[in-house]
């Protein structure tokens, strides 16, 4: 049986991965933080009592748990998808932020190098890096330009993987994934916060949604194609690094006109710009170009813009009279 880490196995990514590698087979190692609540599975709550599951406590920010860990799993496979993710909020905490997503890297690393066991590390690494470039598509070659502190902690995370394979000969890859969305997607992201209002407003709860730059463009993908990308990338003959992504954009402003109009209304009617939410410096433009991968690998996208659009509104639709604030999780 094929062993294999997963860091931050409470989100979006951390949890889809683990239930992929369950899938194939795999006994996870799921590294969860002590919150008030005790070890609060999060995403991955479906999976409590799985016997192919190993719920661990620690934290990449504690380098002796994190080697505790490597030498406790002796996994195959270590995937780090563990970090403060937020853009916004690393404006507002980029200390912490350049610790936990940055150097916590550092510590996944020197753990499985200390530990003496030859794991393969994948970094979970992010289109932020390239920020203001504005000429895309953007792949491997392109340069980074980040424009946030959570952008900038991340290039460390690259850096570091990239060092680490240099230096140490490791199996040590980075998967640059662009936005991509899923009905696990925390609520404080935009397209969630679409998803959810566009609910709240259809079932007569609430009648604005309040967002910032309605202009700014992404290539958005389905979460679960990328985290599939990630097993093709750390299984792979030759550790290298990989654009994860659709190579089209859409804007903020088209994933608000098909969620409203999915629905019958009209995102005229209910959305309205509020500064507050504009970055202190905005990235206005996000295309990736996944033809190395395809060409490597074989991985291409499988779910459109318009069908994940629809998943996450009928989701929020289904589960809106339950709970306003947080809906179920599939």
């Known amino acids: ?22 899938e194939k087979g795999h006994k996870v190692y799921g590294l969860i933080r002590r919150s ?21 406590e620690g934290d990449i920010l504690d380098l002796p748990s994190m080697t505790k860990l490597c030498k406790l799993a002796k996994a195959d496979y270590f ?27 550092l510590h996944c690393l020197e753990a499985i190098r200390e530990s003496g066991i030859h794991t393969r590390f994948l970094q979970a690494s992010t ?22 502190p959570y952008g900038c902690a991340k290039l460390f995370g690259y850096w570091i993987t990239v060092n680490y394979r240099e230096s140490y000969k490791m199996f040590a890859c980075n998967s640059i994934c662009f936005n991509h969305e ?22 007569g709860r609430q009648d604005k949604l309040y967002l910032g730059n309605l202009d700014a463009k992404r290539d958005w993908g389905w979460a679960e194609d990328f985290t ?6 750390i299984e792979a003959s030759q550790p290298k690094d990989y654009v994860l992504a659709t190579g089209e954009t859409h804007s903020v402003r088209e994933f608000c006109e098909h969620a409203f109009s ?4 009209d995102y005229h009617d ?20 996944y033809s190395k991968i395809k060409n490597d690998l074989g991985w291409e996208p499988t779910t459109t813009f318009k069908d994940l659009v629809v998943q996450m509104v009928d989701h929020d639709v289904k589960f809106m009279p339950a709970n306003l604030g947080w809906p179920a999780i599939l």
């Open 36 to 56: 008030s609540r005790g070890l609060d599975l999060g995403n991955a709550e479906h999976l409590d009592g799985c016997p192919q599951l190993e719920v661990v």
């Open 228 to 233: 599939r990308g990630m097993t093709l990338m």
């Open 182 to 203: 899923h009905l696990r997607r925390g609520p404080n992201f935009v397209t969630r916060k679409i998803s959810i209002a566009v609910a709240a407003i259809k079932a």
């Open 1 to 22: 049986m094929k062993t294999s880490i997963v860091t931050g196995l409470t989100g979006m990514d951390g949890s889809l991965l683990a239930d992929q590698l369950i």
């Open 262 to 265: 999915h629905v019958g209304l």
């Open 79 to 105: 995937y780090n998808m563990a970090s403060q993710s937020h853009v916004g909020s690393s404006f507002d905490q980029p200390a912490y932020t350049l610790d936990c997503t940055g150097k916590g890297v």
């Open 127 to 148: 289109s932020e890096l390239y920020g203001g470039i504005t000429d895309g598509p953007f792949n491997e070659e392109t340069a980074f330009h980040p424009r946030s």
């Open 270 to 289: 209910h959305v309205e710009v509020d500064p507050q939410f504009y970055r202190p410096a905005e990235v206005y433009t996000l295309l990736g170009d």
